[in-house]
């Protein structure tokens, strides 16, 4: 975003502004969809659950992963509903349920939506016999992580060799397993990555479909679709050919492939703008202290593993500093080795590429509330 048009946001509704793109929002959902023309992208909403985010993505054609009741509610209650008429199951066309563990009073709720939810253990199918017997299943896959900002492996995903034996089990116990689902860890900048658990899903669907279950047919090959963060994030174009090819090698023309990108969608497309509340000299370098820490926007430095860079809308030469939240915790540290001008109070600083699992895991601490969120370009 421009600075004068930050600035100005800033000077009208105070800080600390979220301020959200929907531009961006757009431009991000064109260019998944622009380099994998076979795959429907699923927004999992945990990255930014803002219904006017999900609004904005559902125009575009997008369909949503949810993995709790508030969020498949926060969906439901923001997408216009599709003609029952047509399909049973249209629901699974816009929501997946991508929590492999679910309570059996969510299942209850859940269970007359007739979900698409995932799975990987024999409990969680007993569960969902009992609790929601009207739902279809995605069971999901242990895949390797390496080299992801934020691993997900060790949580969830039944291990390859007992994957056919989940399957068979669910169909024996009269649900219906319609697909393969897998993760390969957030910002996942190792595309061997993916190309591995492509390769794991397609035998497991071979294995599956020599078995007899032929109705397993979508494969969902999850998020995990890096940001531009840095200049060190190849382009997403070659992380979609290398995707494209080994689909067209591995999965039969007629499958339906689905995507769960949550980062990829919204990291770029917020930008957060701060003010100094407060300056020292400390251990020879200077201090600032900002409205918004680690509690609140910046929590992605804590939860996600993601480190934001601070930029100043004044010019002149560049210090080493550090900034600190607002919070009386030492650990609401932003940086220790920021590069910032002198800086004032009353300043204002601003933090660009922060839409993704920032605001969404922001807390009252302290008693300091979340940052103000505003849309823009809507
Ligand atoms: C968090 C999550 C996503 C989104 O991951 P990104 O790395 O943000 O794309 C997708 N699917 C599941 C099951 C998740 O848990």
Not at 160 to 173: C, K, N, T, Y
Not at 263 to 286: Q, Y
């Amino acid at each position: 975003m421009r600075q004068d048009t930050l600035k100005k946001l800033a000077r009208e509704h105070g800080t600390p502004l979220f301020v959200v793109d929907h531009d961006v929002l757009r431009r991000n959902y064109a260019e998944f969809k622009k380099h994998l023309p076979r795959v429907q992208a699923y927004y999992a909403v945990k990255a930014n659950p803002d219904p006017a985010i999900v609004r904005t993505l559902y125009r575009m054609g997008a369909s949503f992963d949810v993995a709790s009741m508030p969020e498949f509610l926060i969906v439901h209650k923001n997408i216009e509903h599709l003609p029952h008429t047509e399909r049973q199951d249209w629901i699974w066309d816009k929501i997946i349920y991508a929590n492999p563990i679910k309570a059996t009073e969510t299942l209850e709720q859940l269970d007359q939506y007739k979900p698409l939810v995932t799975y990987d253990n024999l409990e969680e199918v007993r569960k969902v016999r009992r609790h929601a017997p009207h739902a279809g299943l995605a069971l999901r896959l242990k895949v390797p992580n390496t080299g992801a900002m934020v691993e997900l492996s060790s949580k969830f995903g039944a291990p390859p060799g007992e994957a056919v034996d989940l399957i068979e089990a669910a169909f024996r116990a009269g649900l219906v397993v319609e697909g393969i689902s897998f993760h390969v860890g957030s910002q996942c900048t190792n595309f061997e990555n993916y190309v591995q658990a492509l390769n794991l899903a397609s035998n497991v669907f071979k294995e599956a479909w020599s078995r007899g279950f032929e109705q397993v047919k979508i494969l969902d090959i999850g998020g995990g679709f890096p940001a531009p963060y840095d200049a060190n994030v190849k382009p997403f174009r070659e992380l979609a050919r290398r995707l494209n090819s080994e689909f067209n090698r591995l999965f039969p023309k007629k499958m339906e492939i689905l995507a769960e990108p949550g980062r990829f969608m919204v990291a770029t497309a917020a930008t957060l703008v701060a003010k100094v509340i407060g300056k020292k000299v400390a251990d020879g370098k200077p201090s600032y202290y900002i409205n918004d820490g680690v509690y609140h926007t910046f929590s992605g430095i804590i939860f996600d593993h993601c480190q934001y860079h601070l930029k100043a809308f004044k010019q002149g030469p560049k210090q080493i500093c550090s900034v600190f939240g607002p919070t009386c915790d030492a650990l609401d540290t932003i940086s220790l080795a920021e590069e910032l001008p002198d800086l004032r109070l009353g300043d204002l600083v601003y933090s660009e590429n922060i839409g993704a699992y920032s605001h969404a895991s922001s807390t009252y601490f302290n008693g300091f509330p979340p940052a103000k969120v505003i849309h823009v370009n809507q």
